[in-house]
């Protein structure tokens, strides 16, 4: 599939899916995406700028959501256009997946939305490829359901992205057991390395997570064949807005990178 100027699939080249958690200001998506695209660019390594333009999932009311819908797909589509990265961003309603058309590149289905029908369909009819997170409560081999609700729409362009399972409580566990098995879907497969660092609520009343560990689920997700990785990044994850303990530090990420590269060519 072919995402801005990128072609991406299964035994491609390794791609990346990375951004702050969320838009906090009008500025900050511009001056990352710059950075995370000069980066990928020297690396040769496709890149999809994300953000989320509302974070509807937060564990109090009195979270940092996020501008909203309208305003924030006018300002990803501005960091389309004057950064030139194809963009991505997370979608919680049909009327969303209508918002993005013509506008965003890669919609995002967020995993505690992964089974809901109208929004699969909704996101297979806006044109844009789709990123489905895999529910925390739900089984690999089980998301040839979710994919073949965005497949019933004509649209092919499905990505699966792993990021963690619930396991007691506050904490996640990755099974790299489950990029093979949804590989075989026939879809890429992305492993998110910094969710799947998070512990959702454990810091009462909003999420925690340890970003020391997020190098290590990305180096795993490499060696187990993944065909791309998601990891939100900040340039100060500890004055971030949302998911600042497990994202990692902007300034860190170019030496990840390459050192996922130098994997995935050893690995042949």
């Known amino acids: 599939m072919k995402i801005g100027t990128h072609e991406i699939g299964l035994g491609g080249p390794l791609f990346l899916l990375a951004g702050p958690c969320v838009i906090e200001d009008e500025h900050m998506p511009f001056d990352v995406a710059r950075r995370l695209k000069a980066i990928t660019d020297e690396l040769g390594m496709p890149f999809v700028f994300k953000a989320s333009f509302d974070k509807a999932n937060r564990t109090s009311v009195d979270s940092f959501r996020g501008p909203g819908a309208t305003e924030g797909i006018e300002l990803l589509a501005r960091v389309r256009e004057e950064v030139g990265v194809p963009v991505m961003t997370d979608i919680h309603e049909p009327a969303h997946a209508e918002l993005a058309a013509g506008r965003i590149d ?61 396991f007691g409580y506050n904490t ?31 810091a009462g009343g909003k999420s925690s997570g340890d970003r020391t560990l997020a190098p290590i ?16 990044t900040h340039p100060d994850p ?21 050192t996922l590269q130098r994997l995935r060519a050893a690995l042949g």
């Open 217 to 232: 689920m990305a180096r795993a997700g490499v060696a187990a064949g993944c065909d791309g990785i998601f990891a939100e």
């Open 172 to 202: 996640l566990v990755t099974d790299m057991r489950a990029i093979p098995q949804m590989q075989a879907l026939g879809v890429p497969v992305v492993v998110d390395a910094t969710h799947s660092v998070q512990m959702p609520g454990g």
């Open 106 to 166: 890669m919609v995002q289905i967020p995993a505690f939305l992964c089974r809901q029908t109208d929004l699969l369909v909704a996101a297979g009819r806006s044109g844009c490829t789709v990123n489905i997170k895999k529910g925390q409560f739900l089984a690999p081999w089980d998301m040839r359901y979710c994919i073949d609700k965005v497949t019933s729409t004509g649209n092919t362009d499905v990505v699966v992205t792993e990021r963690g399972s619930s």
């Open 238 to 258: 500890d004055r971030a807005k949302s998911d600042g303990p497990n994202m990692i530090p902007l300034d860190e990420l170019p030496e990840l990178l390459a």
